[in-house]
């Protein structure tokens, strides 16, 4: 629980800085706009397709998790936290870079934005691993 908490407040705060370093310098006051999101039609679901996506993934779950308890010979709990945080708050995709890339035309601005997240995830990282090692 506590993982999970710290996570949600490292998001928040990791958003705060990331508008105030990057908000005004990447798009000027006159240029916003507010958000716009484009949305895919809608269809009524399909509850035969969603049981067996569901039942799939639980399976595939259960798998991984009897595969899960070799794994932790070879890694320890910190070492698997700090892979978790380096994973979860690296560069999202390269569809992210690429509508960076395409909103603010600029490549030196995607390329600050890439090397931020790389930066961050790497040194969270480093610090969560710190941390759970002197706990776990």
């Given at each position: 629980m ?15 800085i990331v508008?105030?370093v ?7 006051e ?9 949305l ?5 679901p ?15 779950i ?20 700090a ?10 995709c ?31 990282a ?11």
């Amino acid at each position: 629980m506590l993982v999970i908490l710290g996570i949600l407040l490292y998001v928040v705060v990791l958003m705060t800085i990331v508008s105030k370093v990057f908000g005004r310098r990447l798009v000027p006051e006159t240029a916003r706009s507010g958000m716009i999101m484009e949305l895919p039609p809608y269809h009524k679901p399909h509850w035969k397709h969603i049981a067996k996506e569901a039942l799939l993934k639980a399976w595939d779950i259960f798998k991984r998790a009897l595969l899960g308890r070799a794994m932790t010979s070879a890694v320890s709990k910190a070492e698997a936290l700090a892979f978790m945080c380096a994973c979860t708050f690296n560069i999202p995709c390269v569809m992210v870079l690429s509508t960076t890339y395409r909103e603010s035309h600029s490549l030196k601005w995607t390329a600050r934005i890439a090397a931020f997240y790389v930066c961050g995830a790497l040194i969270l990282a480093c610090i969560v691993y710190h941390i759970a090692v002197l706990f776990v």
